[in-house]
């Protein structure tokens, strides 16, 4: 069973920066498919950055230019650097992988920008 860890969220003022972390265990496949998901209180969850299976990297409209997608292929990690926060960047961020059919998803991690 995979299971995904993220870390790295916190607390930080407007314009600060912070790095989210995803671990993931359980498989000895290459994790070609995987991402970052947000979650803010009463909205729905909307992707944020991903690697596609097919190599490509896609960025939500509020990610581009301040947000990068990174990874370490070989340890099945994938990291997401945050510059320049506002406060509409509160929400929970969770990691996301697809083996074939199946979806997997972290516990998620809280990042909080105040003003």
């Known amino acids: 069973q995979v299971q995904l860890v993220e870390s790295g969220g916190g607390l930080v003022q407007a314009g600060g920066s912070l790095r989210l972390s995803c671990a993931a265990s359980g498989t000895r496949f290459r994790l070609n498919a995987m991402g970052w998901y947000r979650q803010a209180p009463g909205k729905q969850r909307e992707l944020v950055a991903e690697f596609t299976s097919g190599g490509r990297t896609n960025y939500a409209d509020s990610a581009k230019g301040r947000f990068t997608i990174s990874r370490d292929g070989a340890a099945n990690t994938v990291y997401l650097q945050m510059n320049n926060l506002k406060p509409e960047d509160t929400a929970l961020y969770y990691c996301?992988?697809?083996?074939?059919?199946?979806?997997?998803w972290g516990q998620g991690t809280q990042v909080t920008v105040s003003s």
């Open positions: 996301h992988t697809q083996i074939l059919i199946g979806h997997y």
